[in-house]
């Protein structure tokens, strides 16, 4: 299958037009690129949901903040282009320029969804998520998709994103895939490769305790938010590199902080934590019974 690369964003949109033109759906699969197991997963989602597939990949400048790792973050064009075609799954791949996605120069017109991004990365990450759902919103505008696929990793990314596109009435379904990890557990995650092997080690704590938290709410009855963070906390103990950036419990809905769980709610567990230059995230997401 002959896979395009599209840097221009008015043939990016032609394309889609042509899709939609001979019958076909458009499942996207937004990027930054450095991509993993976890992208190509989506990727495999997408070919089975939509009859074309676009991968957009885009190291969006306004979600990174000033002391944050935009000039680090890997930028494998190649290698991504390399691995989509071994997998054959997708049909064109859209890599615009920085001036492309921002032509105007410095941003002026930002889309931003209210409460959603108070906590968790909102509050560690100030403007990120106004970075994200901006650009996604422009990726949106420019190819049109039927559906678009996104990894339940960023959780709080993904309901911020369902939220904005039902409000912003896009046409799109969006869909949330679990979380592809190593064998030991550890999230996937482009950042994965800053670690050393020490870090690596260590890394797979995260996955421990935002598991221990949903057993915990869904097999042992546990309500009280307060007890499941000090489990939470329990598993990270043994880590003797980095810092904890946070660790939360948050009503998977609103994702307001809540103070006990009641039945039939969902719930959001997450953690995000700093090892050098890598800041990893993970979450679990419970039904409490
Ligand atoms: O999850 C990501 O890789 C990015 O935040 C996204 C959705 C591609 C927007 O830049």
Redesign the pocket.
């Known amino acids: 299958m002959s896979l395009e690369v599209i840097s221009n964003s008015k043939e990016m949109t032609a394309w889609s037009i042509r899709q939609f033109g001979s019958g076909h759906s458009i499942g996207l699969v ?3 690129g450095a991509l993993h197991r976890g992208h190509l997963r989506l990727v495999d989602e997408a070919a089975l949901g939509s009859d074309k597939v676009v991968v957009s990949i ?1 190291v ?1 400048p306004t ?1 990174f903040g000033p002391n944050e790792d935009l000039e680090a973050y890997p930028r494998t064009l190649n290698e991504d282009i390399q691995a989509l075609a071994e997998q054959g799954k997708a049909h064109a791949v859209f890599a615009p320029s920085v001036r492309e996605m921002y032509p105007l120069g410095v941003n002026k017109t930002w889309v931003f969804v209210d409460q959603l991004g108070d906590y968790l990365c909102g509050a560690s990450r100030p403007g990120h998520f106004r970075g ?1 759902t901006t ?2 919103a422009r990726l949106f505008a420019i190819i049109q998709p039927t559906k678009s696929y ?1 990894g339940l990793k ?1 959780a709080q ?1 993904f309901f911020i994103l369902r939220r904005m596109s039902i409000e912003m009435s896009f046409q799109v379904e969006l869909i949330g895939i679990p979380t592809v990890r190593e064998v030991d557990g550890l999230a996937l995650s482009s950042r994965n490769r800053y670690l050393n092997a020490a870090e690596r080690e260590q890394a797979v704590a995260l996955s421990r305790s935002v598991s221990e938290a949903k057993n915990l709410i869904e097999h042992h009855g546990e309500t009280k938010v307060e007890k499941l963070i000090e489990a939470m906390k329990a598993e990270l103990a043994g880590i003797t590199l980095g810092v904890i950036d946070y660790v939360e419990i948050v009503d998977g809905e609103n994702l307001q902080p809540c103070k006990v769980l009641t039945p039939g709610m969902s719930v959001l567990a997450a953690i995000a934590y700093k090892f050098g230059k890598a800041r990893l995230i993970d979450n679990s997401i419970s039904l409490v019974p």
Do not use: A, S
Request: charged share 10%; glycine share 0%; hydrophobic share 50%.
């Open positions: 937004p990027t930054m885009f969006n979600q994200v650009v996604v996104f960023d990314q």
